[in-house]
Nanobody, 115 residues
Framework: QVQLVESGGGVVQAGGSLRLSCAAS????????MAWYRQAPGKQRELVAAFTRLGSRNYADSVKGRFTISRDNAKNTVYLQMNSLKPEDTAVYYC?????????WGQGTQVTVSS
């Protein structure tokens, strides 16, 4: 099993920055994929960024060049640095871990970008 705890959400003005953190209960090197998803009101949950165990990174087109996923293996933590935030980035952001072909989710953290 994997427990995930997110932090770092909040309210920010358009153009601002936030950094989200996701702390895992086990070594993230043992986890196949760590990812950030988001869900806006009335919309489906969507992939924002993902980091595979081998180190490759993937981003949604809507966040490329603005968001960066990174990790600290020693802290078993994955980060999402979000710059140049837009009102359309407003959503609940969820951390996800794919571990032995099972998905694990954090509780989510709210990000609100005001115009």
């Amino acid at each position: 099993q994997v427990q995930l705890v997110e932090s770092g959400g909040g309210v920010v003005q358009a153009g601002g920055s936030l950094r989200l953190s996701c702390a895992a209960s086990r070594s993230i090197l043992s986890i196949k994929t760590m990812a950030w998803y988001r869900q806006a009101p009335g919309k489906q949950r969507e992939l924002v960024a993902a980091f595979t165990r081998l180190g490759s990174r993937n981003y949604a087109d809507s966040v490329k060049g603005r968001f960066t996923i990174s990790r600290d293996n020693a802290k078993n933590t994955v980060y999402l640095q979000m710059n140049s935030l837009k009102p359309e980035d407003t959503a609940v952001y969820y951390c996800n871990a794919l571990y032995y072909d099972r998905d694990y989710w954090g509780q989510g953290t709210q990000v609100t970008v005001s115009s």
